[in-house]
């Protein structure tokens, strides 16, 4: 068997690991019976889970690891964690016998682990994190949401290209929107490295993908596929988005539970609601992935449940059987400096 | 008659302007009847639209501008147009005629003219752009918005005094609560301008209101009630809260419009629906105001309506009656290093 299509799971990551890891692992089986999964976890605590779901054990080999990483670990102290499960699940990832890995756990952790591990792509100055959300016009990808507090234009663009391909990859778009987060007032729209990165990309092959600037409210309005901002800016954003949707699903509630004219208005509007509600659902949403690395590295929500696992699960599923690594480098070959391919001034006149 | 209570209203400013300028000021009027006005803008165009609004009539003083600043017209040559009704309006703050000055009209143009008209306040380097939001816990003031793209600890620090006075003056809080907005991700909560701006939260009198570090999810459920950040992320932030509110506003139209049975839902649920409409109404968040300033300056929304000017000019009352100013230079003055106050070595041998 080839290493495509296997995708490595840290069992014990996560606040639920690893029971929920395992009952997502189940539902992912089912829906992409091609992929073999490599567990690494406490085979004392997951083979007894293994044995209770069929599809799960039937579609993955489970390896022991003595060690997971807490969540309040510090990522310099889970760097010489050797045994950890979420190390080895990188690990096999470097060692070419799984295409992915899929991890619940903590955040700072994985983002290092994966970075020293992995190593960025060829071309890729920094791997950022990208997320998938719901808008007017259909789902976006925003990156970076925070694995670089600070970017430069260079980075901007970089994440610009990696977008795109995730755009095409992902979310199945074959000629997805660039938009660049900057804001509006008049006397400012002058961060300079979006500037900056606003000219390089103009100038470059995917420009005619290029919106140019975005706000804040283009982001659920659905203006562009594509979000590209700093990490610090991108991780605010999603965060906000996130928070604005969950007081209004708060407040519905109490308002469907005000009197029993609203209780009975809830149940005749019922199946509508649950249509929208499932749409928002952040479940739907869950998995972030680590772009820019030799490998697919997909983080999970620590908090979400089984459903949502197995769709953080989906996410890299996606990005494996779809080559995302192999379309950009295509897509950093194409970018790489016109210059260099176009015939030389002696060419022209011969 | 003294300054005090004395409101300059550029009249053209807006999208539809100077009739939506008026009939907000009819509101107004009569909401703060002990408040004047002074009115700057096309006496043709102005002086009818008062004869159809008498209380606005009543209240408030006509003066002429000949020019208006358009919407698109570079800050730069806005401050050129001395002659404009926004720059006319400013004027009569920087004179003493009126203590706060109200505009739908350009921002970029209103923020350049406050500035270099009205000078900042004592001890206040930059000045910040705040505004109101709902929260799960009430409203809550964000700062800068957008008038700093880039900012150091210290416009962090001043942000956070000027915040706190504006909370206690417009929110009416007695202990407003401050939180610095941040990333989450273990690796990250590394941007040095935060911490250091908590470093000397910590240190400072306002230390017992300082919350510390908050992310983007924190903003909607109001763990804090002034939250602080750099102008473009607080810019960002605003408006992707503001479009997802719409977001859900426009599929909970659809939602309700898809069927006969969730029409009739709509009917039954109706009086609470239009409360939690009314609550997150962006009218009532109209206004955003450039704090730091001697003198008091709201910016509207360009796009709003009568209902909603009024609300901005509710906020420049509030805060001008309140002497909002001057609480800021009281708590800049607590502020102002603890050593200049203590009593010198000698004394305490002494």
Redesign the interface.
Known sequence: MSASGVLAIDAMGGDRAPEIVIAGLEIAAERHPQVRFLLFGDEARVAPLLAAHPRARAASTLRHAPEAVPNEM??TAALRLRGSSMRLAIDAVAAGEAEGVVSAG????L??LAKIVLKTLAGIDRPAMAGIG???RGDFVMLDL??N??CDSRNLVEFAVMGEVFARTVLGLNQPSIGL?N??????K??ERVREAAEVLKASPIAPLFHGFV???????GTVDVVV?D???G??????????????R???RE??A??L??K??????????E??RE??DPRRYNGAVLVGLNGVVVKSHGGTDALGFAHAMDLAIDMVLHRFNARIRDELTRMRPAEAQAPAPSAMAG
Chains 1, 2 share one sequence.
Do not use: C
């Open positions: 510090k990522p903590n955040t700072g952790a983002m290092a719901p808008s007017a925070g694995a507090v600070q987060l804001v509006g007032a008049e006397e400012l002058g961060d706000e804040g409210h283009d982001i659920a309005a901002t990490g610090f800016t991780n605010v954003a999603l965060k906000t988005g996130e928070g604005t949707l969950k007081l209004v708060d407040l519905l308002v469907f005000s009197s004219a609203a009975l208005g809830y149940v005749l509007a019922r199946p509508a609601l249509r929208l749409w928002l």
